[in-house]
């Protein structure tokens, strides 16, 4: 029998996104909801970070994307997509 090989695991660098256009996509859908929870909630930006994991640049870019798609926390903090 030949000598089983470990599977090629792709460095850190290699496995995140290369362009800083799409740096909030870095976090995964469950952080970013949780983000936006955390923001209709009343939570400060430092306190998301806290619990999120997600940066100050990539919250302004996760609340402006979700504003575009009709998220509103004043008129109604449900998270439909």
């Known amino acids: ?3 089983i090989q470990a599977p090629q695991i792709p460095s850190e660098a290699e ?3 290369q362009s800083p256009a799409n740096h909030y996509s870095r976090y995964t859908l469950t952080q970013q ?3 936006l929870t955390l923001l209709a909630e009343g939570y400060s930006g430092r306190d998301s970070t806290q ?3 997600v940066i100050a640049s ?6 402006n994307k979700a504003h575009e798609r009709g998220f509103h926390p004043q008129e109604d903090p449900h998270i439909y997509e």
């Open 1 to 3: 029998m030949p000598p």
């Open 15 to 17: 496995s995140l996104p």
């Open 33 to 35: 909801v949780q983000y």
């Open 51 to 53: 619990r999120t994991g």
């Open 58 to 63: 990539a919250q302004i870019k996760i609340k």
